[in-house]
């Protein structure tokens, strides 16, 4: 299994865990009326994880219900960073880029990947020319060496 397939397979773990986690928090948090424990864990999804569950306890064990809304929204906003991972590039170059060459690809992958792409540049000299850009697991390999590479393939072939 590649690398990139384990974070495709984490990722969805992670979301499905956090997610249902704050599904069932939103639905304790929405009762409506006095909050008493059995009211709450009435409110909660049949499948609600064990954590939940306990946290409902022990908040209505202290008599601290009516803080259950504040918790949801925090443990919402904690996912959503958590889960917002940066992603992370790499521009490699037969020479050294000037300052204005990065600004523009900087600027053209940003677009494409959004604000939280971190870049990083370095210098191969055996590409000859051209550039590989990876973000992610996706790979534009636009060097000499590679051009070079596939034609002398296409002549051995034909």
Same mark, same amino acid.
């Given at each position: 299994?590649?690398?990139?397939?384990?974070?495709? &397979?984490?990722?969805?773990?992670?979301?499905?865990? =956090?997610?249902?986690?704050?599904?069932?928090?939103?639905?304790?948090?929405?009762?409506?009326?006095?909050?008493? =424990?059995?009211?709450?864990?009435?409110?909660?999804?049949?499948?609600?994880?064990?954590?939940?569950?306990?946290?409902?306890?022990?908040?209505?064990?202290?008599?601290?219900?009516?803080?259950?809304?504040?918790?949801?929204?925090?443990?919402?906003?904690? =996912?959503?960073?958590?889960?917002?991972?940066?992603?992370?590039?790499?521009?490699?170059?037969?020479?050294?880029?000037?300052?204005?060459?990065?600004?523009?690809? =900087?600027?053209?992958?940003?677009?494409?990947?959004?604000?939280?792409?971190?870049?990083?540049?370095?210098?191969?000299?055996?590409? &000859?020319?051209?550039? &590989?850009?990876?973000?992610?697991?996706?790979?534009?390999?636009?060097?000499?060496?590679?051009?070079?590479?596939?034609?002398?393939?296409?002549?051995?072939?034909?």
């Amino acid at each position: 299994m590649s690398a990139s397939e384990a974070q495709v &397979i984490a990722r969805a773990l992670f979301d499905s865990l =956090t997610g249902a986690a704050v599904q069932a928090l939103r639905a304790a948090a929405s009762v409506e009326g006095e909050h008493t =424990t059995e009211r709450v864990l009435a409110a909660l999804p049949a499948d609600v994880s064990r954590e939940v569950k306990n946290l409902v306890l022990a908040l209505g064990q202290e008599r601290r219900l009516d803080r259950l809304p504040a918790v949801a929204a925090a443990f919402e906003q904690m =996912t959503r960073r958590a889960g917002a991972r940066p992603l992370t590039g790499e521009v490699i170059s037969a020479t050294d880029l000037n300052p204005q060459q990065r600004e523009r690809i =900087t600027a053209q992958l940003v677009a494409r990947y959004g604000s939280e792409l971190e870049l990083r540049f370095s210098v191969d000299e055996s590409l &000859i020319g051209g550039l &590989i850009i990876r973000v992610g697991d996706q790979v534009l390999d636009t060097s000499l060496r590679t051009r070079m590479a596939a034609v002398q393939r296409n002549m051995m072939a034909g």
